[in-house]
């Protein structure tokens, strides 16, 4: 089983923040799959379903994000993932707005929902997706991550999350290392 996860926030007060855009990812790759995010189990709003004769789960943890690894273990091991066949779509502040960045394993970097899932599966070697999101130092993080895109960046930050979606349908269909080498080629 494959297992596509979203980081963000519940509720109305969240939606269409920056820490968000795993939530938006998921809700865009599920128009490209045809399936429904509305499933409730595991702490989390989920779908499964086969896809080229494999089970995958796409999951959008409801514990808020600094809980996020309650939810992404319950699923983990009621189903025996291997942590090669994880996936998890977060916010990066320290990217620029709109760039993406893959990786196989690291850090959390920060993110206190990526930190959770560290944690709690007890390893680093996650890939992860993680869509830039700038930082205006000027505004506390707190209120940075969970205010709204502005107006003007908004084409870069759709855009962003277009193209996180493509790469989330491409991990269904080749390993992470090619992900990796499609979508970071523009990496500097």
């Known amino acids: 089983m494959k297992l596509i996860v979203g980081l963000g926030n519940p ?3 969240y939606e269409n923040t920056r820490h968000n855009c795993g939530f938006m990812v998921l ?7 045809n399936v429904q995010i509305n499933q409730s189990k595991f702490k989390s709003l989920i779908c499964t379903f086969k896809y080229k004769d494999e ?7 409801q514990t808020y994000m ?5 939810a992404v273990i319950l699923a983990v091991n009621y189903y025996k993932i291997d942590k090669e066949d994880i996936l998890i779509v977060h916010d990066d502040l320290d990217l620029p707005l709109g760039k993406l960045r893959i990786r196989k394993q690291g850090s959390s970097g920060g993110q206190k929902g990526m930190q959770s899932i560290i944690n ?4 680093n070697e996650i890939s992860r997706i ?3 999101i700038d930082h205006d130092k000027r505004i506390p993080v707190a209120d940075y991550v969970l205010g709204k895109v502005k107006k003007e960046d908004l084409d870069d930050f759709n855009e ?7 790469a989330c349908k491409d991990f ?5 290392d090619m992900v990796m080498n499609k979508y970071n080629k523009n990496d500097k």
């Open 11 to 13: 509720g109305l007060k």
């Open 27 to 33: 809700d865009k790759l599920a128009d490209i799959l």
């Open 55 to 61: 089970q995958v789960m796409l999951m959008k943890p």
């Open 66 to 70: 600094n809980l996020s690894g309650e």
């Open 120 to 123: 709690l599966l007890n390893t």
């Open 130 to 132: 993680r869509i830039g």
């Open 160 to 166: 962003s999350i277009d193209e996180a979606s493509k």
């Open 172 to 176: 269904l269909d080749m390993s992470i």
